[in-house]
Every structure is written in structure tokens, then in C-alpha cells.
């Protein structure tokens, strides 16, 4: 029997790998404790990981799209 991929799963895998390329982009400066299911909640606001993956994932892979937020607010 074939296995049929569950579009959900494969979201959440993403926003998983992000928030992994993040954190090592950061030099893991960042405590997991403020990572949530689709944000990073941070001292000064939240991160929205959805709408920062929407904007920019039709011109950047993950791992650039990693480095664009950790350069955007300065993790």
C-alpha cells in the first residue's frame, strides 16, 4: 500500500526545519522555550513564522529565508 503524503504534516515539517535553520542561524542564542507552533515570541513582539515563510517563499529557499529573519530582527 502506498503512503500518502498529509499536506498538514508536511507543512508543520516545514515551520520545523525554519524554526531549526533559525535557531542555528542565531548561533542558538534563541531559547526554545519562545519558539511556539507558528511563531517565535520574542521580548520586543512576535514573529510570525507563516507570513514571513509567505512572503518570501516563492523567491528564496528555507535556509535563506532562515537568514533573511534572523538578519531582519536581529536574532
Known sequence: ME???DPL????QLLQDLKFLIDQGSGHRLDYRRFRIFEIRLTTGVIDLV???Q???SKYTLT???NLIVQKYQL
Open 3 to 5: 503512503k500518502v503524503a
Open 9 to 12: 504534516l508536511n507543512k508543520l
Open 51 to 53: 507570513a514571513e515563510y
Open 55 to 57: 512572503m518570501y517563499a
Open 64 to 66: 535563506e529565508i532562515a
